[in-house]
């Protein structure tokens, strides 16, 4: 008796101390803990068996929208205890035996409110606490913030009102009817949540404080002003009305988490409007910054703005990483930032000095009426950038005569610089484009090599202001480009925007008038809502997108009770060719390994392909990709996110293609891996729903036989 519980002793702390005999590994917050990562010691899946893996299972959430093919699923899953918690396409929140992918429970919030949602936007997944016996699962849907039991996957009662805090309560502002959720999770520190929030980056956008609540009674426990109010730092980088006025700012990509030093890394958005200043002059502290805050107060240790007074959305898009590295023959505790603009920022995580020199450099200014964009923006000397950041006359595509010389012939007519070239009349590049470069997917770290692997969309776009005055005097249309043109179209023609947004063409012969106000006030999928609108400007709005009589304009154009921005924003287009490719040279998309160390690159490969181009036989393009990386210690880097709905295995120490597989839909989210009684499984949500693909409703988990 003795010796074999002796033995079985040995046995346990061996496989306590041995990696490669570990039999439960955790994937224990959004992204792969709150370092975030997306990193795990797991070796069982390697370079010699990747090519092995095969299904080990799969779930079906049952609720994607096939018809339109527009919903996604964005969700990184968590893996705790061999419980898997994810969220569906229409954001019903699940647990499964993550073995098997079998169903343990199933939490609709829609139910809860009373109502089925049709599509409720995005949801990248849930946050978990626990005090060693009561186990709680944190998520958003709606407005809402909820807390379930995550045995039961009930509600929390004693949480906030019957389980739920709303969003738009404890802003320090009133901004009651307007859009505020939150699609990405929180993080938890000791008895607190730490929450961001996505709102509307037009004109009535929400403020973007960060707050954190109890886990225990939903109570806010502290805020910080991303837009600071008079008294408090930063107050000065804004008009003086804008803490009452102006929104953005927010963190609508997750937070990292220093644990043991107790800080907070929060990433935030631009400043809405996001393509015009004028109402905001200065450099609108605390946006497009990456601010370290005390995490049990939300006082702010340091901060560094990646953008001054931003005019094109440059959110930072991703949590950042806290890495280690070797700097100068120290070992240094750094955290690293991605951006849209395929920047990386490293500072020292606890002082905030940046470990590679950052240069503010002169940019142009703007030639917008009221606009002063900034005179310098802050370029990272190193670490390289993870993509091209300039479209030159050598870069501009050759996939065909024709194709060169249309884009040659609209490349010389639009605003080019490298760097920041302000918004315009006559369209400026914005390269990478509006959604990276760096995306929501955020950066894997390999501790091991200090390599930061992160996939790069290299699609150029173009961003154009016009001047209200250029329209015909319909009062509907006026507010329709001033607040929809930018998804919609300026020919009502819809957009590959967010997804895919719908062509309003024709509205009168599909939905009625009531229902067409309904989505305006209410918001629908990813459109937000427009809960600031008075009745009066949603009628004519409709008016107008009905084709009904035309309301003749009644103010003089120009005058601020129409709109309050001189200029509208004319849609979010790419730069393509006459065939709808990217307006340059391959590679559309690569998957890049930067050193921390060094700051040089370590490896480039292509990421993903149109499959109609290699069947005309071109080699690989690469493509856009949406959702991230994840690294192990067993050398290999997993990654789907790609236009050609494949799942990939690269070599994390060259970039060589190990293995790939086709998916049920594209897996545009990061994927997940963990251990379950002495089994690695790598897990991806196969959403599709952007980039013209088809939508899906379905789990993936990879294992060996
Ligand atoms: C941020 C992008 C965005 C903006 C701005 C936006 N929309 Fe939308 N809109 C969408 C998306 C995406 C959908 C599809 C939603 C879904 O069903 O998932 C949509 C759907 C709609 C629909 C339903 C169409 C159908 O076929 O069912 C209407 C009507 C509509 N929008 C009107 C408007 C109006 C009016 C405005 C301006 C007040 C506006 N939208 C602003 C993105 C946007």
Known sequence: MKTNFTIFLLCFIMAACHNDEVQQYDWAAYQGGKEVNQYAPLQQINKTNAHQLQIAWTYQTGDADTEKNRTQIQCNPIIIDGV???????????????????????????????????????????????DGVEKRLFFTAG???????????????????????????GLDRDV????????????????????????????GGVPGHIRAYNVKTGERAWIFHTIPHPGEEGYETWSPNAWQLSGGANVWAGFSLDEKRGIVYAPTGSASFDFYGGDRLGDNLFANTLLALDANTGKRLWHFQTVHHDLWDRDLPAPPNL????????????????????????????????????????????????????????????PAPFSRTYVG????????????????????????????VPPSEQGSIIFPGF?????????????????????????PWVIQMLPHENIAGNQGRMLYNSYCLSCHGKNLEGSAAFGGVPSLVGLKEKLARPEVIKVVQQGRGTMPSFGHLTEEKVNDIAAFLLGEEEKETKE??????????????NGYSKFLDHEGYPAITPPWGTLNAVNLNTGELSWKVILGEYPELVAQGLPPTGSESYGGPVVTSGGLVFMAGTLDEKFRVFDKDNGTLLWET?????????????????KQYVVIACGGGKLNRKSGDTYVAFALP
């Open 176 to 203: 009651e009817g307007l859009f505020i959720v939150s699609n990405t999770p929180g993080i938890v520190y000791k008895d607190k949540l730490i929450l961001g929030s996505r709102v509307s980056e037009a004109e």
């Open 393 to 420: 006359e050598e870069d501009l595509t050759r996939r065909t005569p024709e194709a060169y010389a249309f884009v040659k012939a609209k490349w010389e007519k639009l605003h080019n610089r490298p760097y920041f």
């Open 84 to 130: 898997l918690y994810g969220s569906s396409a229409r954001l019903k929140f699940f647990a499964l035996n993550a073995a098997t992918g079998e169903p343990l429970w199933i939490f609709d919030p829609f139910e809860q409110e009373g109502y089925n949602a049709f599509g409720m936007g995005v949801n990248r997944g849930v946050a978990y606490w626990t």
């Open 323 to 382: 890495v280690t590295v070797q700097h100068n023959g120290k070992k240094i505790d750094a955290v690293a930032q991605i951006t849209k603009s395929a920047f990386i920022f490293l500072f020292d995580r606890v002082t905030g000095k940046p470990l590679f020199p950052i240069e503010e450099r002169p940019v142009p200014p703007s030639d917008l009426k009221g606009e002063e964009a900034a005179p310098t923006q802050p370029i990272p000397l190193k």
């Open 662 to 678: 086709k998916l049920p839909a594209a897996g545009f989210a990061t994927p997940a891996t963990y251990m379950v009684d002495g």
């Open 435 to 459: 959604d990276g470069g760096g995306e929501w997917g955020g950066a894997a770290f390999d501790p091991e090599s200090g390599n930061l692997i992160v996939n790069a969309s290299e699609m």
């Open 556 to 569: 003089p154009l120009g005058n601020k009770k129409n709109w309050t921005y001189p200029y509208f924003f």
């Open 143 to 169: 407005s809402f913030l909820y807390a379930l039991d995550a045995i039961t996957g009930k509600l929390i009662s004693s949480f906030g009102k019957s389980g739920k805090v709303d969003l738009h309560e």
